[in-house]
């Protein structure tokens, strides 16, 4: 299995950095794991937020035709699908019974993304009401996909 993650913007703290190498590390004796951060846009530099956005998003759009055409592509937004983490384990399994081996994960920037990019993308992925730093995202993303190995496995660590 191969999973790509699409994240504007790169990790600037150690500790985010450390989270996200600690998570990837175990993730990585499941699946290949490649991440691609796309630059985030200043909104001062190219006219406001919408055009940050616009051009963000034009990027994301880029990555995912770089992928595999089977790829299934997940957009995570607070307006997704919310799932348990048994929820997202049995969803994994269902598309890998399907045949789906690529899965790409999209992070948007600080001004969201696109309908364009939502078009685009399979499904949405919801990890609450809440509003996540991307960076925290991020982490959020890679313990659950780890979490979602262990439960298929039936390996120790979901409780």
């Given at each position: 299995m191969k999973i790509t993650v699409i994240a504007v913007g790169k990790l600037k703290e150690r500790f985010w950095e450390s989270a996200c190498a600690e998570y990837l590390k175990r993730l990585r004796a499941y699946a290949a794991v490649e991440i691609r951060e796309l630059p985030d846009i200043d909104p001062h530099r190219v006219g406001g937020d919408l055009q940050a956005r616009e051009r963000e998003s034009a990027s994301i759009l880029q990555a995912i035709d770089s992928?595999?055409?089977?790829?299934?592509?997940?957009?995570?937004?607070?307006d997704g699908t919310t799932r348990t983490s048994e929820q997202i384990a049995a969803r994994l399994e269902e598309l890998r019974l399907e045949g789906v081996s690529d899965f790409a994960f999209i992070i948007?920037?600080?001004?969201?993304?696109?309908?364009?990019?939502?078009a685009r993308a399979d499904e949405t992925l919801s990890f609450g009401a809440i509003t996540l730093p991307h960076?925290?995202?991020r982490v959020v993303l890679f313990e659950q996909l780890y979490r979602a190995f262990k439960i298929l496995r039936r390996e120790p660590y979901h409780k």
């Amino acid at each position: 299995m191969k999973i790509t993650v699409i994240a504007v913007g790169k990790l600037k703290e150690r500790f985010w950095e450390s989270a996200c190498a600690e998570y990837l590390k175990r993730l990585r004796a499941y699946a290949a794991v490649e991440i691609r951060e796309l630059p985030d846009i200043d909104p001062h530099r190219v006219g406001g937020d919408l055009q940050a956005r616009e051009r963000e998003s034009a990027s994301i759009l880029q990555a995912i035709d770089s992928l595999p055409a089977k790829t299934h592509t997940v957009l995570l937004s607070i307006d997704g699908t919310t799932r348990t983490s048994e929820q997202i384990a049995a969803r994994l399994e269902e598309l890998r019974l399907e045949g789906v081996s690529d899965f790409a994960f999209i992070i948007g920037g600080s001004y969201g993304v696109d309908t364009s990019v939502a078009a685009r993308a399979d499904e949405t992925l919801s990890f609450g009401a809440i509003t996540l730093p991307h960076n925290l995202a991020r982490v959020v993303l890679f313990e659950q996909l780890y979490r979602a190995f262990k439960i298929l496995r039936r390996e120790p660590y979901h409780k």
